[in-house]
């Protein structure tokens, strides 16, 4: 039984460059939500996706965007980045027919350094 | 003030010591309420899900305060595989999933 899948696991960028990150959730997911965390921080709620439309969105600008592809994995890209996107991007799945007591389950994470 | 909010940490204590971590949520429209582990540079994951009637897997045992707002979770017979930051995870979503996370709890169980 797969779990949540991340890719890259690394990646090094400069300021103003834009990322795409990669999320393939676990079997039988449906939805995919996204966390930024910050060294000594709780994850913060960036966006969640179903059917392939973001259902919810945290204080995130608009240089954060994303995408849910029809199999269920998605995509979070970030635009013009900034020093202070160095962090540890999160993806969760979870089960949208269970709803509030469907727990996440998070990939390894993609450590994201700009600089 | 923070949506959800737990005891600063790092809590050091010895094997076999019972240690108690205690989390407040401030949305009383909160439905669904979970403690995850995270290791050091690891992702988190689950340890338990918080019922009303408080439940237990082991050494663990979680309990919830709906009037008070109030989540804790107690570990009997630390053990050093314990050593880890321990999340307060709250679900505010009435009709779906809106989970917000506190900053965490750093543990370190010591020989």
């Known amino acids: 039984d797969a779990g949540v899948t991340q890719s890259p696991t690394h990646l090094i960028k400069t300021r103003g460059q834009q990322v795409t990150l990669r999320c393939s959730p676990k079997?039988?997911?449906?939805?995919v939500s996204w966390y930024q965390q910050a060294l000594g921080q709780g994850p913060q709620f960036i966006f969640q996706?179903?059917?392939?439309?973001?259902?919810q969105r945290g204080n995130f600008p608009d240089r954060f965007s994303g995408h849910q592809f029809p199999n269920y994995s998605s995509e979070l890209n970030v635009n013009a980045l900034l020093l202070g996107d160095s962090a540890l991007y999160l993806c969760a799945s979870s089960l949208e027919l269970a709803r509030r007591n469907s727990p996440l389950h998070f990939g390894n994470g993609t450590r994201l350094t700009v600089t | 003030r923070k949506e959800v909010e737990q005891d600063p940490g790092p809590f050091n204590v010895p094997e076999g010591a019972t240690v108690a971590f205690n989390c407040t949520y401030s949305?009383?429209?909160?439905?669904?309420f979970f403690w995850y582990r995270q290791d050091c540079r690891k992702e988190p994951k689950l340890l338990m899900s918080?019922?009303?009637s408080g439940n237990e897997d082991g050494r663990f045992t979680a309990q919830l305060n709906r009037a008070s707002q109030y989540i804790s979770l107690l570990i009997r017979d630390s053990k050093l595989s314990d050593s880890a930051t321990y999340l307060c995870?709250?679900?505010?979503?009435?009709?779906?999933?809106?989970?917000?996370f506190g900053p965490g709890t750093r543990l370190s169980v010591l020989p």
């Open positions: 079997s039988g997911h449906d939805t």
């Open positions: 996706y179903y059917e392939e439309e973001e259902r």
């Open positions: 995870v709250v679900n505010r979503g009435s009709d779906g999933q809106n989970f917000v």
């Open positions: 918080v019922y009303s």
């Open positions: 949305n009383s429209a909160s439905q669904s």
